[in-house]
C-alpha cells in the first residue's frame, strides 16, 4: 500500500529542481568557507549572496537584510527577542497573538520571566486577529508587535498590512512568522510594511535547517549567536553554505510554482478533500477560515473521535496527518490555537490536521477520500446510549 503524505506544513520532500542545485553545488567547486579570502572562499561567498539577493527580491525589499538562520524556529526566537533586547531602554512590552507558533510564544515566554511585558492578542473562532485589538493592545512602552503570517495548524492568514499599519502609526516595530506562508501566498514585505520576516526552507520542498529572518535597513537587532563577523555581525557562525542554497533553490520552485498555478492547482486538491470529507463522515467540520487560508491547508474535526487514535489508525492505513503542529506532537496538550479559537473540547479532541504540496496527486486525494471515511468509522468512539433508547 502507497502512502499518502498529507502533511507538508509538518516538513516537504525536497523538491527535485532543489535536489539539483544541492547535488551540482555538492559536485562542484564551492565547498570553501565563504569567510575565506582565497579563490574557493570567494565562490562559496559569492553563491551565499546571490541566494540572499534572490530572495530579496522575492520578498519585494532588494535593499533590506536577510541574516541566515538554522531555520524558523532560530528566526523566530531571533526576531523576538533581538529587537526586544536592542531596544530595551525604549519600553518593555510586547503584543503578540495567541496562535503563534511556540518558537515565538517561548521567546516571548523566557522575556516574561525576566521582567517583560506580554500582551497576547486573541482571535476569533476562525483564527484571525482583529487589528483593532493590535492597536489598543499597543502602549507607549511597546518594542514589538509579532503576529503570525499564516498559521501552521488551520492555516489561517491573519490581515498582517492592517496589524503593520497600527504597529507603525505608533512607532512600533512589526514581525511577522511568514514559515507557512512564504512560497505558498504572494508577500511583499515593502507593501505590507513589514520590519521582520521569519522563513524557513523545508516547508516549501527545501532542505531542513535552514532559514532565514529578513530584517528592514536600519532596524535594530541584537545578535542571539556571538563568535565572529559572519552575517553582518548579527548572526555568528561559518554559513550553512548548503542549506542556504537549498532555501533560495526552494524559494525559486515556489516563485516559478507561483507563477504557473502551483498554488491554485493545490488549493482544487484541498477544496475537494475538504468537500469530500465533509460530505462522507457526518457531523465532521473544518476548523479555521473559509478563504483568508493558506491554499494548501485543512484543519477537520470529527466528533466522537480521538485525534492522537485516528492519527495512529490513519498511519495504519497509510495516511500521514498530523494532530496540531508536529512540533508539539507527542504532548498530550490540546492545541493551543484550537482553543485560543474557543472551540469546544470535543471538536479540538478530534481534530486532524491535512497540509497538500507541490507533490500531492489527485489520485493521493482520491484515495484519501476512500481511506479516511472508512478509518474514521472504525474508531469512532461509541456515542453513550441516551436516555429514550434505554
Ligand atoms: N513557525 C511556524 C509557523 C511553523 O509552522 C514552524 C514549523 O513548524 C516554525 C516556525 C519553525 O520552523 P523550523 O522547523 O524551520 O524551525
Keep these: 500500500m502507497k502512502a499518502i503524505y498529507l502533511d507538508y506544513n509538518a516538513t516537504s520532500p525536497l523538491r527535485p529542481e ?29 553563491t551565499v549572496e546571490e541566494v540572499r539577493a534572490g530572495i530579496l527580491k522575492t520578498l519585494g525589499d532588494p535593499k533590506g537584510d536577510l541574516l541566515f538562520t538554522s531555520g524558523g524556529t532560530e528566526a523566530d526566537n531571533f526576531a523576538v527577542s ?155 557562525g561559518t554559513e550553512g553554505v548548503l542549506g542556504i542554497i537549498g532555501l533560495g533553490a526552494a524559494a525559486r520552485s515556489a516563485l516559478v510554482g507561483q507563477r504557473d498555478g502551483e498554488p491554485e492547482r493545490i488549493r482544487g486538491l484541498r477544496d475537494r478533500l475538504e468537500e469530500g470529507l465533509l460530505r462522507q463522515v457526518p457531523g465532521a467540520v473544518r476548523n479555521g477560515h473559509a478563504t483568508q487560508r493558506v491554499p494548501n491547508t485543512l484543519n477537520v474535526s470529527f466528533p466522537g473521535c480521538d485525534g492522537e487514535t485516528l492519527l495512529m489508525a490513519l498511519d495504519l492505513a497509510g495516511v500521514c496527518v498530523s494532530t496540531g503542529s508536529a512540533c508539539s506532537s507527542g504532548s498530550t496538550e490540546p492545541s493551543h490555537v484550537l482553543v485560543a479559537m474557543g472551540l469546544p473540547e470535543e471538536r479540538i479532541r478530534g481534530s486532524i490536521r491535512f497540509s497538500l504540496g507541490w507533490d500531492t496527486a489527485e489520485e493521493e486525494i482520491d484515495e484519501a477520500l476512500e481511506r479516511v471515511p472508512r478509518v474514521v468509522k472504525r474508531v469512532r468512539l461509541p456515542r453513550p446510549p441516551s436516555a429514550d433508547s434505554q
Design 18 to 46: 532543489v535536489r539539483r542545485t544541492l547535488t551540482a553545488f555538492l559536485d562542484g567547486e564551492a565547498w570553501g568557507n565563504p569567510s575565506s579570502l582565497h579563490a574557493l572562499g570567494r565562490r562559496a561567498r559569492a
Design 82 to 236: 533581538g529587537v526586544v533586547r536592542a531596544l530595551q531602554g525604549r519600553g518593555n512590552h510586547l503584543v503578540i497573538s495567541s496562535v503563534e507558533h511556540s518558537a515565538v510564544l517561548q521567546a516571548a515566554q523566557a522575556l516574561q520571566e525576566e521582567g517583560f511585558r506580554v500582551t497576547q492578542v486573541p482571535v476569533d473562532s476562525e483564527g484571525r486577529v482583529d487589528p483593532r485589538e493590535v492597536k489598543e493592545a499597543i502602549t507607549p512602552r511597546t518594542l514589538l508587535v509579532s503576529v503570525m503570517h499564516a498559521n501552521n495548524e488551520v492555516g489561517t492568514i491573519q490581515p498582517i498590512r492592517e496589524i503593520a499599519q497600527a504597529a507603525r502609526e505608533r512607532q512600533v516595530l512589526f514581525h511577522t512568522d511568514a514559515v507557512q506562508s512564504f512560497g505558498k501566498v504572494p508577500l511583499d514585505v515593502r507593501e505590507v510594511e513589514a520590519d521582520l520576516v521569519s522563513l524557513s526552507a523545508h516547508k516549501i520542498g527545501g532542505p531542513k535547517g535552514a532559514g532565514a529572518l529578513y530584517v528592514r535597513q536600519g532596524v535594530r537587532i541584537r545578535p542571539l549567536l556571538r563568535g565572529g563577523p559572519h552575517e553582518r555581525n548579527l548572526r555568528a
